[in-house]
Nanobody, 120 residues
């Protein structure tokens, strides 16, 4: 299983970015976590295998949207109204198809991180 994350970069406060995560192999539940230096990896958002259910970290609701295109086996994270504290390395995650991964223990596979830097 390979997860290929992309879309990170430098953006100004208030801007938007869309991250992508392309998965190989079968269809998974997918999600995003993020991590800053010295802190634990934290949950951002998750989506089930068919997109029927989603889950967000409470602090990110309304700004971030997770979606997926199963024809491309790809999940997306649309991030709007970005703030300086959204700066982090964002990691794509995959797990059981019907599971909404909310903790790192739920994750079966990790992609490489993609750095998002929000400048003020």
């Amino acid at each position: 299983v390979q997860l290929q994350a992309s879309g990170g970069g430098l953006v100004q406060t208030g801007g938007s970015l869309r991250l992508s995560c392309a998965a190989s192999g079968r269809t998974f539940g997918m999600g995003w976590f993020r991590q800053t230096p010295g802190k634990e990896r934290e949950f951002v958002a998750a989506i089930t295998y068919n997109g029927g259910r989603t889950l967000y970290a409470d602090a990110l609701k309304g700004r971030f949207t997770i979606s997926r295109d199963n024809a491309k086996n790809t999940a997306y994270l649309q991030m709007n109204s970005l703030k300086s504290w959204d700066t982090a390395v964002y990691y794509c995650a995959a797990g059981a198809p019907r599971r909404l991964m909310e903790t790192t223990y739920d994750v079966d596979y990790w992609g490489q991180g993609t750095l998002v830097t929000v400048s003020s």
